[in-house]
């Protein structure tokens, strides 16, 4: 096992009716900005709940953060935050509502010429705002994580922000606020949720049997919960288990002293850049092509992955990792969610060489070894 530090400050407000708890969560001194998004909020009666609790503060509101937030709408907020001296974020949403926070505190104490080099130049958050959450959607992990995925229009790049700085000092997930999701954005975030943990796990082995058992477990939860909440969106005992799974898959706690590799990430962030893919559709893409890519390096995992979640008797790696492709694709698809770059009328050669590029002027190498070089990123898409 690796060496390796952990921390994480968020406190976790789980269950039914916790938004109520929010009052105890906020000094009731702060000037509050509220944080949302295009208005999934209002139709669910999450912003009437939140307004209930804070009866009495001294809230602003901003609206409008974007799936895949921009740069350019968090601007926008960054102004208010100063005109009006707001000193706490309340984001209420989605991932992207929580990832546009937390450019939005970091910015907000940023003193440098170029913002938007705090996530592509990877600059350290010296200071943020104080922020907390309440999280409508099970996904990106976002609510417990202290990293921010911010597009920019003007350049049509993704960029992540990481920093200590930014974890919110809670979060409230209410399994309920997520009846109202459409199947769509469920799905969507079984699937990120997959990839977080993969992303975690998949790596080459370094002795973390106790962390691949965490990361299994979860695989194997999510497996069996997920076909219930497809069904049954308003499932109230398997959308808590889907959240919580959501939180734990990207809290980095099942990945201590392990290795990572987030290139299914980086390479999806392109697509979506590029064409606009949800997030977790550029990964149910690109996972199962840079698996078969890089699976004699990835083979003990992947065999493991075949073993303990899908049943698989092969006693070979190479043939067992095959096993764990298949059926994670069969399992995506099984959701309803495709996996090929052409069921979205998008040429797979054309984004091949469009990425390939990109990553050769930015001189971008991935993978837990860094094996994955441009032109590896091309065979990996040219066969998305
Ligand atoms: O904008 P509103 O009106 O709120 O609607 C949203 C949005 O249209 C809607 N929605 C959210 N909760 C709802 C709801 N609709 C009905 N009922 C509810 N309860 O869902 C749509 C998508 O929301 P979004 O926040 O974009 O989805 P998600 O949570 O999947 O976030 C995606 C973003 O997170 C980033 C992604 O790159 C993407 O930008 N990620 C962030 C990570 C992190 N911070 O650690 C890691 C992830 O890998 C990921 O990259
Ligand atoms: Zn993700």
């Known amino acids: 096992m690796n060496?390796?530090?952990?921390?994480?400050?968020?406190?976790?407000?789980?269950?039914?009716?916790?938004?109520?708890?929010?009052s105890e969560l906020i000094d009731k001194n702060k000037k509050i900005l509220m944080v949302y998004g295009g208005g999934s909020i209002k139709k669910n009666g999450?912003?009437?709940?939140?307004?209930?609790?804070?009866?009495?503060?001294?809230?602003?509101?901003?609206?409008?953060?974007?799936?895949?937030?921009?740069?350019?709408?968090?601007?926008?907020?960054?102004?208010?935050?100063?005109?009006?001296?707001?000193?706490?974020?309340?984001?209420v949403g989605g991932g992207s509502v929580l990832d546009g926070t937390k450019f939005i505190a970091a910015v907000s104490k940023y003193e440098g010429e170029e913002p938007?080099?705090?996530?592509?130049?990877?600059?350290?958050?010296?200071?943020?705002?104080?922020?907390?959450?309440?999280?409508?959607?099970?996904?990106?992990?976002?609510?417990?994580?202290?990293?921010?995925?911010i597009s920019r229009l003007s350049t049509q790049e993704k960029f992540a922000m990481r920093s200590p700085k930014v974890y919110p000092q809670f979060s409230i997930i209410d399994p309920e606020t997520t009846y109202s999701l459409p199947i769509g954005q469920v799905r969507n975030g079984i699937v990120d949720t997959f990839v977080h943990v993969m992303e975690l796990y998949a790596t080459y082995d370094v002795n973390t049997p106790l962390q691949d058992s965490w990361a299994l477990g979860l695989i194997k939860t999510l497996i069996q919960?997920?076909?219930?909440?497809?069904?049954?969106?308003?499932?109230?005992?398997?959308?808590?288990?889907?959240?919580?799974?959501?939180?734990?898959?990207?809290?980095?706690?099942?990945?201590?002293?392990?290795?990572?590799?987030?290139?299914?990430?980086?390479?999806?962030?392109e697509l979506t850049a590029f064409y606009g893919l949800a997030h977790a559709q550029s990964l149910a893409i690109v996972l199962p092509r840079l698996w078969q890519e890089r699976k004699k390096d990835k083979a003990s995992k992947l065999a493991k992955l075949a073993r303990v979640v899908f049943g698989c008797q092969e006693l070979d790696d190479l043939k067992a990792s095959d096993c764990a492709i298949e059926n994670t694709e069969n399992f995506f698809n099984s959701l309803g969610m495709p996996t090929k770059l052409s069921d979205y009328d998008i040429n797979a050669l054309e984004a091949a060489q469009r990425v390939k590029e990109r990553f050769e002027t930015r001189g971008t190498l991935l993978g837990e070894d860094l094996k994955i070089t441009p032109q590896v990123v091309y065979e990996i898409l040219k066969n998305c």
């Open 3 to 22: 060496n390796f530090e952990f921390y994480c400050p968020t406190k976790m407000v789980f269950g039914k009716g916790s938004i109520a708890k929010l």
């Open 46 to 91: 999450v912003y009437d709940q939140v307004q209930e609790a804070l009866k009495g503060f001294n809230i602003t509101e901003f609206s409008g953060i974007e799936p895949n937030p921009t740069y350019e709408t968090c601007m926008k907020a960054v102004e208010i935050v100063k005109r009006e001296n707001i000193d706490f974020l309340l984001a």
């Open 116 to 149: 938007y080099d705090l996530a592509s130049k990877e600059l350290a958050v010296k200071d943020a705002l104080p922020l907390g959450s309440v999280m409508t959607l099970p996904a990106t992990g976002s609510e417990m994580n202290c990293a921010s995925v």
């Open 225 to 269: 919960e997920a076909p219930k909440v497809i069904k049954n969106n308003e499932d109230y005992d398997a959308k808590a288990n889907i959240c919580w799974c959501a939180t734990c898959g990207l809290n980095y706690w099942l990945s201590v002293g392990a290795v990572q590799d987030w290139s299914t990430h980086r390479i999806g962030h």
